[in-house]
């Protein structure tokens, strides 16, 4: 069955860090570039930050651009996001995402309609 499963949000103080975590399971994972994105209440869903399918490039968003890393461990079917010196504008639901390794070299990285598997979401709330 395939699966990707986000764990590690919740409530942090601004300046705080969190560590997501995104299980994957029923497919290929070192086949497949992986991403988080965010979305906020009322806002569209973008992207965050991107890994390739090895683990050896990311991309990340310019407003998360030195607080937030992104890793992969192929081993264990995994992907993290590190998110530091947290903001309240950092609230969101987080989702993660897979698409075809290829698709990390795109100009339209980001663009949902390149993702094949999608996560649930879980939620961060940076409030003091």
């Known amino acids: 069955q395939l699966q990707l499963v986000e764990s590690g949000g919740g409530l942090a103080q601004p300046g705080g860090s969190l560590r997501l975590s995104c299980a994957a399971s029923g497919f290929t994972f070192n086949n497949y570039a992986m991403s988080w994105f965010r979305q906020a209440p009322g806002k569209e869903r973008e992207g965050v930050s991107g890994i390739s399918s090895a683990g050896g490039s990311t991309k990340y968003a310019d407003s998360v651009k030195g607080r937030f890393t992104i890793s992969r461990d192929n081993a264990k079917n995994t992907v993290y996001l590190r998110m530091n010196s947290l903001k309240p504008e950092d609230t969101a639901v987080y989702y993660c995402?897979?698409?075809?390794?290829?698709?990390?070299?795109?100009?339209?990285?980001?663009?949902?309609?390149?993702?094949?598997?999608w996560g649930q979401g879980t939620q961060v709330t940076v409030s003091s």
């Open positions: 995402a897979a698409t075809r390794s290829t698709i990390y070299y795109s100009r339209t990285y980001f663009a949902e309609d390149n993702y094949d598997y």
